[in-house]
Structures are given as C-alpha cells and as structure tokens.
C-alpha cells in the first residue's frame, strides 16, 4: 500500500511540475519542448505524442485545406482538439484523444 501512494504521489508531482510545459503539445510544432527536454516526465511525453500525431495531422491538413469545404472544417476540428488538449493540460489531466492517443501509443522515444 506504501509503494501505492509513492507512485501515486510521484505521478501527482509530475504532473503539478509539468503540466504548463505539457500544454506546449498542442502549439503546432512546440510540442518538441516536452517531447525532447522532459523525457522522464509520463505526463509531458504522454501530450507530447499525441501533439507529435496532432502535428502531423496538421501537415497533411494543410495541403487537404485547399479543398473549399472538407478542409476547412478539419483545421477547424484540429484548432478545437488543440485547445481541448491544452486545456486540459493545464488542469493537469490526462486525456485520451479518441483515434489520436491509440496512435501515440505507438511511439517510442
């Protein structure tokens, strides 16, 4: 039970020490901040790959916006899940984006 509230409290300093460096994940690029200089952060790295999956999905979106409607729209889910996500972030919460976390999960830094 001691190890419990270790890890548990552990993970609840992390977050506390991290959680405006993780909000940096959902600003296009800058999610490279925590994903390069908080390596031994779970919650930095946790947004951070899932920002790495969100920037990516901005780039090819990029080139999809030029299309009038479809485009369009999806900037505008990204910029809504960005500001979740920052949002988020900052309340020190971990939140698992549909389709973009199980996709994040897959990297390995």
Avoid: R
Avoid at 12 to 33: G, H, R
Avoid at 60 to 83: D, E, K, N, T
């Amino acid at each position: 039970m001691t190890e419990e509230k270790s890890t548990s409290s552990s993970t609840n300093l992390d977050v506390e020490a991290n959680k405006t460096i993780a909000a940096l994940s959902y600003l296009w690029i800058l999610f490279l901040i925590p994903l390069l200089t908080k390596k031994n952060s779970k919650f930095c790295q946790f947004h951070a790959k899932q920002g790495l999956i969100l920037f990516i999905i901005e780039i090819v979106g990029g080139l999809i916006f030029w299309f009038p409607v479809f485009g369009q729209i999806l900037m505008l889910a990204l910029l809504v899940v960005s500001v979740i996500g920052i949002i988020k972030a900052l309340n020190g919460e971990w939140w698992k984006i549909p389709y973009i976390y199980e996709l994040s999960k897959k990297i390995n830094l």
